[in-house]
């Protein structure tokens, strides 16, 4: 489908567990005033999953029920939804879909720091070298609304925010 008529545009923030899409999210926020949907902590706060995962060590997310919670608020625009996934959303909710990137050893060290066990870094890091988060976007979305940023220092996250904000002042004539 094309563009869907929206008064404000809907933004997706994906990426790899640690490249940054939460506190980019929140800059974005402020600075363009889009409203912040951290879908990780709606599945939580909603329960938007059929259970925990031990192997995994995560929620089992109900793609069905989040998208069920989410389309009257997507549908009247002006969101940035912050979520490590991309291809379970309706295409045409989004105007603009970003993928970040993070090198793998500053990855790595953000994951440790977040306290996650080994398998779980290793996962994240082995997802982030194949890209897959970067495929899942081009094989979900038209390629001209895909942009992969890199996210590896706190001026690329200043550069990446300034950037999007840029996008969405074009995009709502303001
Ligand atoms: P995500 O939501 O993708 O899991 P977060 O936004 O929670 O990632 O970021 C994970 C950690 O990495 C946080 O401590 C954050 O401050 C840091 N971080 C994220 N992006 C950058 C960046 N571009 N430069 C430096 N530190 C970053
Ligand atoms: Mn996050």
């Given amino acids: 489908m094309g563009s869907v008529k929206r008064a404000l545009p809907n933004i997706l923030l994906t990426g790899t567990p640690g490249t940054g899409k939460t506190s980019t999210c929140e800059l974005v926020a402020e600075e363009t005033g889009l409203r912040h949907v951290n879908v990780g902590e709606l599945v939580k706060s909603q329960e938007l999953h059929s259970g925990w995962d031990d192997e995994f060590g995560c929620y089992v997310i109900d793609e069905d029920k989040v998208c069920d919670a989410l389309e009257t608020l997507v549908a009247q625009g002006g969101f940035v939804v912050d979520y490590h ?90």
């Fill in 85 to 174: 996934g991309c291809d379970f959303f309706p295409e045409r909710w989004f105007d603009l879909v970003i993928v970040l990137q993070t090198d793998n050893t500053l990855l790595y060290e953000r994951l440790e720091k977040r306290g996650y066990s080994q398998k779980k870094i290793t996962e994240n890091v082995e997802c982030e070298i194949m890209h897959v988060i970067a495929e899942e976007a081009r094989e979900s979305y038209r390629a001209e609304i895909v942009q992969i940023l890199p996210s590896n220092t706190v001026e690329d996250m200043e550069s990446n925010v300034e950037r999007i904000a840029q996008w969405v002042k074009q995009c709502t004539g303001s």
